[in-house]
């Protein structure tokens, strides 16, 4: 690659489609979150910046929930009467006010803004795949295939630490196949924990097969070592090249740390970034790895300490959900992290706490792969799809809507026992709540009809907010203090707010099925549900589904405020940033 080819996706038409494009989503969100006001003006709605002087003008469909439509080609930004060039660098300069966007963090935001920005032009270059032929694809297929990312954050694209040459490599939406680094980490320093059944030397021949295992024993006889003093740890490869060789290097020097060289699969970086699919044997386990590259208010760090815990965790709810009947009918499941190692490197332990990104640099756990477990007929994608939506304006869901030949409204019924009666059990029965968006479940299709629901990323996403809750000690962790009146925010805003807003939004957009439609049957699931569980009537009439109304909890308002580290993981509820109410869009049925 030359040094132009590398920014050959940066043109003057792309750059111009990526800003308008951003800007819509802004001015929608934030409208959503509280931040800006538009003022209706005959058809078209007007926002001003902080001094009045420049306005962006636009039409827009108020949906639900305050969704805000905004038509993309309606946006025009003017400024003395004048009309000027959407620019999104300018456009939160222009409201940095308007959107707390504090000295200090602004320039660091922008930084996110440019690389999403970036992130969108890369996009624009792939050939066009309509959703039709998207529904039809592979699981890896639609995984690379997503064009937009978290549909709430503005700036989800960030991953500040890639130049443009990593980007390249390594982005998801690239779809480049990535050797993992592998270290020898001594194990006076590291430490390897595994799912019931599981021991390490074998587990590490299945995970890299038996000659890949012996080359590395080899490099470690070579220079005298004992492979048995060792443990293996997959790497990404920035973390090697921009923080082990250099952050690690007294390490490295005193022989803790080895490196071993590339493994022989190749892997297919998922939408997270930092998590891997084995795309050489897609039956063996993905790999998440830590990667100190800062995106969407979080250092992509995993920390050792906590990777210990992690398998138990898993164990715990797989076992939680084999004994459940209800979650069992759903047709649940988890893909458990299985195996864990981490490295810690004593020094920087002593000079920070424990949620340091320097605790976070070397870690890797291994996540059960979903392919193994598909029936005859059956296809995978991940959940996220379902709100991407083509060059032609075309949504994955209603392709597979289409492709399914159901009713819109059965379509969906399906769809929601897979996905969202477990969440409403798992809350109800157990107090136990997941973070379900899109790129956390993986859908099990036939025929793009959904047949059960995939959950993933768990020891680090899942909460228990039970006070009285029995758990065993390795999974205490997860017990969380939240105050009653914010427990059922789990649902409202992960799901109603968060992912639920923006499918009804699409498909009515496409005039495939009418919001008021889509919420009815929310509804229906919902008391379907309910009427399933009657000895848990104490428990829905205290958190109730059908309130009038939820707190608006807003996320890109936790990024402008601090887009290093959103939420303080010592008082994750403490950190919600609430702004009045929602209107809850099932509370009439």
């Not at 700036?155 to 939406?173: D, K």
Request: glycine share 6%; net charge negative; hydrophobic share 45%.
């Amino acid at each position: 690659m030359t040094l132009a080819d590398a920014v050959a996706h940066l043109s003057p038409e792309r750059w111009e489609k990526a800003n308008r494009l951003l800007i819509r989503k802004a001015l929608a969100e934030f409208a959503h979150e509280r931040l800006i006001t538009p003022e209706a003006d005959g058809p078209s709605y007007v926002v001003r910046s902080d001094d009045g002087l420049t306005r962006y003008r636009f039409t827009a469909v108020r949906r639900a929930l305050d969704h805000w439509q905004v038509d993309a080609d309606s946006i025009r930004r003017t400024r003395d009467g004048a009309e000027l060039p959407l620019a999104a660098l300018d456009f939160f300069i222009e409201l940095k006010d308007s959107l707390g966007l504090g000295d200090e963090i602004l320039p660091v935001y922008l930084e996110e803004i440019s690389s999403t920005l970036s992130g969108t032009c890369y996009k624009l270059t792939k050939d066009r795949i309509p959703v039709a032929e998207l529904a039809r694809a592979g699981f890896q297929a639609i995984e690379t295939g997503m064009t937009e990312g978290h549909p709430c954050f503005v700036a989800n694209n960030g991953r500040l630490g890639f130049g443009v040459h990593e980007y390249l490599s390594y982005a998801p939406e690239t779809a480049n196949p990535v050797r993992l680094v592998w270290l020898a980490a001594h194990r006076s320093r590291a430490a390897f924990t595994a799912g019931v059944g599981i021991e390490y030397e074998s587990f590490v021949r299945e995970e890299l097969g038996a000659a890949t295992v012996d080359r590395f024993d080899g490099v470690l006889r070579e220079r005298g070592l004992d492979p048995a003093d060792y443990l293996l740890i997959p790497v990404h490869p920035w973390q090697w090249w921009n923080k082990l060789t250099v952050t690690f290097a007294a390490e490295i020097a005193r022989g803790h740390l080895v490196c071993l060289g590339e493994g022989d699969d190749e892997y297919l970086a998922q939408q997270s970034i930092r998590t891997f699919f084995n795309n050489s044997s897609p039956g063996r386990h993905y790999v998440k790895t830590a990667l100190s590259v800062l995106n969407m208010g979080f250092m992509r760090g995993l920390s050792a300490a906590y990777m210990e815990a992690t398998p138990a965790i898993n164990d715990w709810l797989a076992q939680l959900i084999d004994n459940d009947p209800v979650l069992r009918s759903t047709g649940l499941s988890i893909i458990r992290e299985r195996a864990a190692v981490g490295y810690r490197h004593l020094e920087y332990e002593k000079a920070t706490d424990r949620y340091s990104p320097y605790r976070k640099m070397l870690a890797a756990l291994w996540r059960e792969s979903p392919v193994p477990s598909l029936r005859e007929g059956e296809s995978l994608a991940t959940m996220a799809a379902l709100l991407h939506v083509d060059h032609e304006g075309a949504s994955f869901a209603a392709a597979l809507i289409e492709q399914s030949g159901l009713p819109a409204r059965e379509w969906l019924r399906a769809y929601l026992r897979a996905y969202f009666t477990p969440l409403l059990h798992s809350f109800y029965a157990y107090d136990l709540v997941f973070m379900p968006h899109g790129e956390n479940v993986i859908l099990v299709l036939a025929d793009g009809v959904v047949r059960r629901a995939v959950y993933k990323d768990i020891a680090e996403e899942i909460a228990v907010m039970d006070p009285d809750a029995v758990l065993p000690p390795a999974v205490e962790r997860l017990r969380v203090e939240v105050p009653e009146d914010k427990k059922l925010l789990s649902v409202f805003t992960d799901v109603f707010d968060c992912f639920f807003r923006f499918l009804a939004a699409n498909l009515a957009t496409e005039g495939v099925l009418a919001e008021d439609d889509f919420w009815r049957t929310v509804a229906e699931v919902t008391r379907e549900y309910q009427e399933s569980a009657p000895e848990l009537a104490d428990k829905f009439a205290r958190y109730d589904m059908f309130a009038p109304e939820f707190a608006l909890s807003c996320l890109n308002r936790l990024q402008l405020r601090d887009n290093r580290q959103m939420v303080d993981l010592a008082d994750p509820s403490g950190a919600l940033q609430l702004v009045g109410t929602l209107k809850n869009p099932v509370a009439g049925f």
